[in-house]
């Protein structure tokens, strides 16, 4: 079946090493070299890296930078420039929204569009490919699919610039021996968890009944998995993306054993927080701490007010006492602060009887 006949047309578009490539168009000197862009704190990892880096030592993303500037230690380490990153951004985005009408915007270097009806899809992604290097002097990489689950995935296979086309009857024949691990939103410890099973591919994972697969995974995430198998996805290009919460966080250079400090941290925390979302005008009942501890344990503890806020002495007292409730007995790495359960959207916690785990019932109103 031609892309002109299929029942959706999703397109995936993703720059490539869009931070770097934001700073080899400022610093032009730099290209064919060796770049990272990272934080200069012993515990600040790499935001991104150009192709060369990656190619000369396997430096990418989400990498400790201690690691990256001991596996290259002659390449040129760059701190990043967020309002550059942003700016080039709002360019990209424009030339996709001034091509085609439905366009879901998911970071500042990627984004969903259905092309659903158009034409030429094909033509019109390599349009919009080339309007963008016009403009900015970054290119991209596409892939177009049946859905947005498969778009994703298909621009990975013509990294860096290049464009694929790949409907789902090919993909179930090309990715058969894949892990499921292929899908986004199967992680690892779901990889395991069907390895266990005897599931190691997805052809495997397309076989099994969708009733076995959710005796083991429950109902609603085995149902998911059976469609995922089958490289099934009906998640549909939305224009807006509804803000579901908001946080700041921190990472301690040195990890943090003293409560006061912690506390201190968490007011300075919160009035950021508090700040963000008075600028938006949003408010939210869900108020939560997330801590990471010295050995990687992540813990969350929350607690809903009665009624939306976006206050700051309700948000600091009851992260203070979420905190303190807490207690941690280790030293902490990380620290952040949520707000959650906006204005508008239902609560998921009060439709429980009881509080579920990590859910503390405090004694608070939202009255200041």
């Given at each position: ?17 869009f931070y770097a490539s934001v700073e080899l168009g400022k610093r032009p000197e730099l290209r064919g070299k060796p770049v990272v862009v990272c ?282 006492e979420l905190l303190r409730a807490y207690d941690p007995q280790r030293p902490v790495r990380l620290l952040g602060v949520r707000l959650a359960s ?27």
């Amino acid at each position: 079946m031609s892309i002109e006949n299929w029942p959706r047309s999703i397109a995936h578009l993703d720059m490539d090493a869009f931070y770097a490539s934001v700073e080899l168009g400022k610093r032009p000197e730099l290209r064919g070299k060796p770049v990272v862009v990272c934080g200069s704190g012993p515990r600040a990892v790499v935001t991104t890296a150009s192709y060369e880096a990656r190619k000369l030592a396997g430096i990418h993303s989400a990498m400790p930078a201690a690691v990256a500037r001991r596996r290259l230690p002659d390449a040129v380490y760059l701190r990043p420039d967020f309002p550059a990153y942003r700016e080039a951004s709002a360019q990209v985005m424009e030339v996709l929204r001034r091509n085609v009408e439905t366009v879901e915007v998911v970071g500042l270097d990627e984004a969903y569009l259905d092309l659903t009806g158009l034409y030429s899809p094909k033509a019109t992604m390599r349009r919009i490919a080339a309007e963008i290097r016009a403009d900015t002097g970054l290119t991209c990489s596409v892939g177009i699919s049946e859905s947005r689950m498969l778009a994703k995935i298909t621009s990975e296979l013509g990294k860096p610039a290049g464009l694929v086309v790949l409907s789902r009857e090919d993909a179930l024949v090309r990715f058969a021996g894949d892990s499921p691990g292929l899908v986004p939103g199967i992680g690892p410890k779901t990889v395991a968890r069907l390895e266990a099973i005897g599931i190691a591919t997805l052809t495997e994972l397309a076989r099994r009944q969708a009733s076995e697969l959710e005796s083991t995974f429950g109902p609603r995430s085995g149902a998911w998995l059976h469609a995922r198998g089958r490289l099934w996805d009906e998640t549909p290009i939305t224009v807006s993306r509804e803000t579901k919460s908001q946080s700041t966080e921190i990472t301690f250079d040195v990890d943090v054993r003293q409560r006061g400090e912690l506390e201190k941290h968490l007011v300075e925390l919160a009035a950021e927080l508090c700040r963000r979302l008075a600028k938006r005008e949003l408010e939210g009942r869900t108020i939560g701490i997330k801590i990471r501890l010295d050995d990687w344990t992540n813990v969350s503890r929350s607690h809903s007010v009665e009624a939306p806020t976006n206050d700051l002495a309700v948000v600091t007292r009851v992260a203070l006492e979420l905190l303190r409730a807490y207690d941690p007995q280790r030293p902490v790495r990380l620290l952040g602060v949520r707000l959650a359960s906006f204005q508008g959207e239902a609560d998921p916690v009060a439709a429980e009887s009881e509080a579920p785990a990590g859910q503390l019932r405090l004694g608070f109103s939202s009255a200041a």
